[in-house]
């Protein structure tokens, strides 16, 4: 083989190589893409450059290595397949009898594992609107998984606690600052069973709300826990 003939099939090589690894960038990015939420709606719904607070709850322990997870996403999606979800998870999932108008079950999160321990999450908001403007929502976690319960990571601005059926539930109003200098506010509630299953309730009150909105809310939070009610089969 003549030297010229080495160099083309040299060259050759080095574009094969070179699609190959282009290849796999474009399937690595795209896959990025996809586990990073990018085709559906953040949550909790947010407007452009919103800061987000932590979800309640997501402070917990990792499942176990050997879980499944159940995801709906969508409103229409998320009712269908809610009630056949329930019937997989390893404790009495708590739903809530009264939501805030307007509110539906846009999506949930099952994740269960081989010790017969779960989480479920289920988040109410409102369709998307345009231009994008903040939404309210609700969110409720719950995990028969042993919780420690913590004081909120963020100073809350007021709290308290109150007793429906036996349980003591404390509370707390959350401020998230955001970048144009208003503040959105979070009322979020949390207790624990006697069955030994731990909730926690949270909902948006909105950006520098009044009092009287932050009074609506906190009525509005202590309406969703007072019909908490366990699903039996």
Same mark, same amino acid.
């Given at each position: 083989?003549?030297?010229?003939? &080495? ?5 050759? &090589? ?54 499944e997870r159940v995801t709906a996403v969508g409103f229409a999606r ?28 846009? &999506? ?73 200098? =208003? ?16 909730? =926690? ?21 202590? &309406? ?10």
């Amino acid at each position: 083989m003549s030297a010229y003939s &080495r160099v083309v099939q040299g060259r050759a &090589r080095l574009l094969a190589v070179a699609a190959i690894l282009v290849a796999l960038v474009s399937a690595t990015t795209a896959l990025v893409s996809v586990m990073s939420g990018e085709a559906g709606p953040q949550w909790p719904p947010t407007a452009p450059a919103e800061v987000l607070p932590e979800s309640e709850g997501a402070t917990g322990d990792l499942p176990a290595p050997d879980f499944e997870r159940v995801t709906a996403v969508g409103f229409a999606r998320a009712s269908s397949s809610l009630a056949e979800a329930l019937d997989n998870v390893p404790f009495a999932p708590r739903l809530p009898g009264h939501i805030p108008g307007g509110l539906s079950l846009e &999506r949930f999160y099952l994740t269960t594992s081989a010790a017969n321990e779960g989480t479920l999450e289920l988040y109410y908001t409102t369709p998307v609107t345009h231009p994008p403007s903040p939404r309210p929502a609700l969110h409720v976690w719950q995990t028969n998984r042993k919780h420690q319960a913590e004081e909120p990571a963020q100073k809350p601005t007021q709290g308290g606690s109150f007793v429906v059926a036996g349980n003591t539930w404390r509370y707390w109003l959350l401020p998230y600052p955001q970048p144009d200098g =208003s503040v959105l506010e979070l009322y979020a509630a949390e207790a624990t069973m006697a069955d030994g299953v731990s909730l =926690s309730v949270d909902i948006r009150v909105g950006h520098d709300p009044t009092d009287a909105e932050r009074e609506q809310w906190l009525s509005e939070i202590f &309406r969703v826990i007072e019909t908490l009610a366990p699903v039996t089969p």
